[in-house]
């Protein structure tokens, strides 16, 4: 269904909405409780505020700095965009690449999926000079939603394509009416906290993590603002439950084709966390690759000229 610019997809229970002009992203998941529909999408419309929602990360996840830029930034100077190097050029790359704030195109994909596209164009090659396609597929699961984000390289591109996937999904808190930010909690089996330098890039040092039982946010500050990584082969995934309410769990994988190889480290998958000191939301975003893998060649995905490449996001809701 289709209700002014978003897209809608509703059964036994669960709704969600997909809005094409903003990047393709999941604006809404709604769960139905006894006092009507609970929304888990944090949304904003506040100036200068991060606007919430899920929107896709592509050809990169966090800031990317070459070498030039990066000495500058650490020796004091402030530049909003990102940069990385490719056949002996520096190029410009934003923060988590340039797809999320692009229109993507709405198609019928079916009564039991919402999908949209976007296209690279001539104005993408002064980031990225790759040429691709990018489509986002979403379905409904008995208790959640499916999201899939397939890549396909042009035949006409020159070299291989690098990129990193990733989402910014946004939830929004407390999950319970009433409840309170900070009794969150924040659960996952990674094995690793990776320490970020005052650049956002990953130093290479990293100490144990231990959220594998269950942490609030109200004891771990550093929940607002934290790389996870060390993940277990079997199961990429963490989850944010509020006390006598909702868990919902975010997981990610790669999708292999039947006799394919896969394209993806096991040891490159991470998730990030964020949030600001509002306390209204926390974003437990799902990446392949790292800060800077453009530069440095770590958690990217390498795409032959008309290659094809499919990453998954699943968020489900229990309680």
Known sequence: MIEGRTLLLEAAGLRIAVCPEEGGALTGFAVRARAGWRELIFRSREPGRWRGGAPWLF???????????????????????????????TLPMPLHGFVMDKAWEA??????????????APGTLRFYPFRFEL????????????????????????????FSPGNHLALALPLARGGDWGSCRVRTP??????????????????????????????????SNLVLGGYPKDGCWLEVSDPGSL??????????????????????????LWSDETRTFLCPEPWYGAP?????????????PGGRFAWRMEVTVAG
């Open 59 to 89: 050809p990169a996840v966090g800031r990317n700095y070459a070498a030039g830029q990066l000495r500058r930034l650490e020796a004091g100077s402030r530049e909003p965009m990102g940069s990385w190097r490719h056949g002996g050029r």
């Open 107 to 120: 198609f019928d994909a079916g009564p039991s999926e919402l999908a949209c596209r976007y296209r690279s």
């Open 135 to 162: 489509t986002a597929r979403y379905r409904l699961l008995p208790r959640g939603c499916r999201a899939t984000l397939e890549v396909a390289a042009s035949p006409r591109n020159r070299a291989p394509m690098p």
């Open 190 to 223: 990674a094995r690793s906290v990776l320490e970020l330098s005052p650049q956002s890039l990953l130093t290479g040092r990293r100490r144990r993590a231990s959220y594998a039982r269950g942490v609030a946010l109200a004891r771990d500050p550093a929940l």
């Open 247 to 272: 868990r919902v769990r975010v997981g990610q994988r790669e999708l292999v084709e039947p006799g394919g190889r896969p394209r993806c480290d096991p040891r490159r998958f991470s998730f990030v």
């Open 292 to 304: 800077n893998s453009l530069n440095e060649g770590k958690g990217l995905v390498s795409l032959a």
